[in-house]
Structures are given as C-alpha cells and as structure tokens.
C-alpha cells in the first residue's frame, strides 16, 4: 500500500524559518506535493518536486530525495497567517493518483 | 481565477437517510477526484474519474456510495443510507496536471 509519515505538530517563531519533513513508502511513485489547509478551509497546492533536489516558489521551498524516499517542505519569514496542517501527498500509477500524508499542524506564535 | 464549486456548504441529515453532493469542475480539467477528510486526518481518495471514466474507486463503500460524471464535466456523490461514521468533510477536487484544485468541500454532520 501507499503510506507518508509526517510529524503531527511544529511550532515556530514568527519571523523563523521551519522544516517539515515527510518519508513516503508509494509504489509507482513519480511526485511529491504539499499543500496547506487552514481550519474549516480547503487545501491548497503549494509546490510538487517530480526530480531530486529543491524547488522554491517565494517563501516557500520543497526538496525531494528519490532514493531516501523523503521529502520537506521549507518556510522561510514565517507569519502568523502561515499557521495551518501541511500535507505532503505522493504521486503514483498512471492516472496521477495522490495519496495524502496525515499532516502537520504548523503553529507560528509571537 | 477559475475554481472548482461544490454545493452544498453544509449538510446535515439523519442516519438511514439519503444525501448527495454535486461538484463542477475546472472547465478543461478531464480528471475530477473526491475525497473523504475526518476532522484531524489527510484528505482520502473515494473515487477518480478520467472524463466520464472512473479510474480508481478502490476505497468507495460502494454498499452505500456510488459517484457518477455522465457527461464528463459535472459529478454527484451519492450516499445511501447514511451512517454515523460518514460525517466528515468531501473534497472535491480537479486537475490536468500534478497540482490540484480542491472545491470548498461539504461538511457532511449524520446525526
């Protein structure tokens, strides 16, 4: 079966940079996502790393280890408005089925 | 910037009853999914559709469930008879690429 490992809570600093880290265990696996999901809200896609290495869109970066089946999301000048669950989801199959992680609840405080 | 609708917002029914979700996709977007989220968990993957196609229903209850997109655009899930243990949030999302575009999501309460 597919699975994805993620710490359940971060807590930071506002203004910090955090990590959160995600190891996956997918067959057929040819992506790794990351969305973020406010409370009572939708998820949104933030990044995807298909190839090794780091891909950084602003704030935010992913990076993506193929042979360590690991992942991490980057947040960098964190702000408040940055506390939500982060999902890391895995790519498989030849119809871009996505298995989502369970999630981290990133609080950012003062 | 284009969004996928989801309707209702909330819903709350009795057990045994019957409830149904609509969702309409991305116009263009030929893969739609709905997923299944519990208060505190990731997003679960109940059905995904290629077009008018279902691709992987692997997870549906399908003693209860059953999802349909006819004309390949627009798409229902229906739950029949509802239980206790369904109340949850479903997402719908959709995609012609690797990131998706999730709906607001219903909020479904059994009671």
């Known amino acids: 079966g597919q699975s994805l490992e993620q710490p359940s809570e971060v807590t930071a600093v506002e203004g910090a940079i955090v990590q959160i880290n995600c190891t996956y265990q997918?067959?057929?696996?040819?992506?790794l996502s990351w969305y973020q999901q406010h409370d009572g809200g939708a998820p949104t896609f933030l990044s995807y790393?298909?190839?090794?290495g780091l891909e950084e869109t602003g704030r935010f970066s992913s990076f993506l280890s193929r042979s360590d089946s690991y992942g991490y999301l980057l947040l960098q000048e964190l702000q408040m408005k940055d506390s939500a669950s982060y999902f890391c989801?895995?790519?498989?199959?030849?119809?871009?089925?996505?298995?989502f992680g369970t999630g981290t609840k990133l609080q950012v405080i003062p | 910037e284009a969004e996928v609708a989801q309707s209702p917002r909330y819903k709350i029914t009795e057990k045994s009853q019957a409830v149904a979700f609509w969702c309409d996709p991305i116009?263009?977007?030929?893969?739609l999914y709905w997923y299944r989220q519990i208060l505190g968990q990731g997003p679960e993957l109940l059905v995904q559709?290629?077009?008018?196609?279902?691709?992987?229903d692997s997870q549906l209850p399908k003693d209860r469930f059953s999802a349909e997109r006819l004309k390949g655009v627009d798409s229902t899930l229906k739950i029949q008879p509802a239980e206790l243990g369904d109340s949850a949030m479903y997402l719908c999302?959709?995609?012609?690429?690797?990131?998706?575009?999730f709906g607001s999501g219903t909020r479904l309460t059994v009671v």
């Open positions: 999302a959709s995609s012609r690429g690797y990131g998706y575009t």
């Open positions: 997918t067959s057929g696996f040819y992506g």
């Open positions: 790393n298909a190839l090794d």
């Open positions: 989801a895995a790519g498989s199959g030849g119809y871009q089925k996505v298995t």
């Open positions: 116009s263009g977007h030929a893969t």
């Open positions: 559709f290629q077009d008018e196609s279902v691709v992987d």
